[in-house]
């Protein structure tokens, strides 16, 4: 992790490989360029470099992905993918801007209010599924359920030692025919 002062401009560059919880209080500039699982809550600026795999869920305020992103984004002013960029989950923002070549594979939804919305968010959570909720839901063994999450075949993030599972995406990940 470095950090960089650029006049006014503080960065925080993030080259390693990360996994936790990560919730800044006040603004910085964030910029991941490594990996990272868990759960990103962010003021300021974050980008998501061009290298980045990221695997979580994140609240922000201005949100650039560049990289790869599994997990859903609620960015309260703006979200912005620029190519490679490829969001594979939900977004909630006000304002979305995708440029030609970046990929969005999930549902988004604007409003005024952005990731303010407090509705928005109950409603995300409450359709998060843990690894024994997804079994039951499937009918398939937990263990599948980890060697998929694992390999990445299944879209999900990884909170801790905990997976959960954006039942909307999983649905999506069936009707694609991707379970075998």
Known sequence: MRRRDRGEEKVLDVDATMQGTLTFKDPVNLRINGSFEGNLDTKGSLTIGEHAVVRATIKGENVVVTGRVFGDIVAVKELKIIPPG????????????????????GRCQMSRKGGENQNADQSARKSLLSADELAKYLEVDKSMI????????????KEKDTWKFNK??????????KVK
């Not at 490829?86 to 594979?105: F, K, Q, S, Y």
């Not at 980890?146 to 993030?157: H, I, Q, R, Y």
């Not at 909307?168 to 025919?177: N, R, S, T």
């Open 86 to 105: 490829n969001i594979t989950g939900n977004i909630i923002t006000p304002r979305l801007i995708v440029d030609e070549g970046a990929v969005l594979d």
């Open 146 to 157: 980890f060697e998929w999450a694992k390999t990445g075949k299944l879209p999900g993030t």
């Open 168 to 177: 909307e995406l999983v649905d999506e990940w069936i009707a694609d025919g």
